[in-house]
């Protein structure tokens, strides 16, 4: 069995701030924010906009790309680092406004490398024939964990959702060739928010050192592509589409070169979404593949990194 990606979705919130809106409020300015990041803009949650709402939104799109009734599905997996409540996941409510009532639901936690670790966990329930329909989704709300007076890292973030429909497909289809995941939890304090609720002594606040994710970020990125490649038996010049998260043009700009690819082939959202952590992936793949710049039977790298250290690839033929 393989994975076939039969369908992809997103949905942004109404509400763009640029970052010129976003000076007016913050110490920061445009060219600040642009030189150092690439990000123009981004899309903030009204309160309607909860983290289970965008995520229904985008995976019904997923399932119309895919032509696909919501009552096939079996199985979804929600990456997020915001979720709505504690519990039920917040997967378990995008079932229910599915209209669902058959399957199984749980979130993944992993920041901004969840899509990654959902895929992967999707990948393995199709080959093993747990499943067979899967609606991987990444949602995220980082405006409601974002410390808005902490201007090194309140304007980076964006909110957002994208998904993806795996499907059962025949092992010499299209469709997910490897995944790879890993984690270093040495590094936990560069990246984290500082509570939850079981920690409610503390803010829960987004806390990040930027300059040491940064340099993570370049090499370990750098080193899950060769893994991805060569897992497969693949090189550089096989890859058709880098759609990396969305963090730091700078970084996708590496990657990029790294690969040998010419920026047209080089996804890029962070200008206009910047990091929306576990949606940005499938955000961006959704939107390059309705745009119809990738196209059925292209190579597609997805990679990413975040909190935790996660960090970790999934190399598919679309
Ligand atoms: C966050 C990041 C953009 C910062 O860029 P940088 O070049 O390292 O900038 P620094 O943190 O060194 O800050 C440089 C200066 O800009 C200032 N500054 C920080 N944020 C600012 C802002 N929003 N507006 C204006 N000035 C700002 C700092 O105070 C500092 O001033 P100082 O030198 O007078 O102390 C960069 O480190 C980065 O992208 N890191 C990776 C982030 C990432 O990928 N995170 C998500 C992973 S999932």
């Not at 909860?50 to 995520?55: K, N, P, S, V, Y």
């Not at 996941?89 to 969840?114: I, K, P, R």
């Not at 790879?180 to 920690?199: C, K, M, T």
């Not at 990029?256 to 962070?270: D, S, W």
């Amino acid at each position: 069995m393989r994975s076939r990606i039969a369908g992809v979705g997103g949905y942004l919130p109404q509400r763009c701030v640029t970052n010129d809106e976003l000076a007016l409020t913050v110490d920061t300015s445009d060219e600040w924010i642009f030189s150092r990041t690439g990000i123009r803009q981004r899309y903030l949650a009204s309160p309607e906009e909860t983290c289970a709402f965008m995520g229904t939104r985008a995976a019904e799109a997923a399932l119309r790309h895919a032509g696909v009734a919501a009552g096939d599905v079996d199985a979804i997996i929600l990456a997020t680092a915001t979720p709505d409540e504690a519990f039920p996941a917040t997967a378990v409510h995008v079932q229910g406004q599915l209209g669902l009532s058959t399957g199984f639901a749980f979130d993944v936690s992993a920041a901004c490398c969840g899509f990654i670790y959902a895929m992967a966990a999707a990948d393995s329930f199709i080959r093993t024939g747990m499943a067979r329909t899967i609606l991987v989704i990444g949602s995220e709300v980082y405006s409601r964990i974002l410390n808005w007076n902490d201007r090194t890292t309140c304007v980076l973030f964006g909110d957002g959702a994208g998904a993806v429909l795996l499907q059962a497909g025949p092992d010499d289809g299209p469709g997910i060739l490897s995944t790879h995941l890993h984690a270093n939890g040495a590094y936990a304090g560069i990246l984290y928010v500082d509570g939850a609720v079981g920690r409610k002594d503390r803010s829960g606040h987004l806390v990040m050192k930027g300059s040491e994710v940064f340099r993570h970020a370049v090499t370990k990125l750098a080193a899950a592509v060769d893994e991805a490649l060569a897992a497969n038996g693949l090189t550089q010049s096989d890859v058709d589409w880098l759609v990396p998260h969305q963090a730091n043009s700078r970084i996708i700009d590496a990657m990029g070169r790294k690969l040998g690819l010419p920026p047209e082939r080089v996804v890029v959202t962070v200008d206009r979404h910047a990091n929306t952590s576990a949606a940005s992936v499938p955000l961006a793949l959704a939107e390059a593949v309705h745009d119809g710049r990738i196209k059925r039977g292209e190579l597609i790298l997805m990679e990413a990194l975040g909190g935790g250290l996660t960090w970790g690839s999934a190399l598919a033929r679309f």
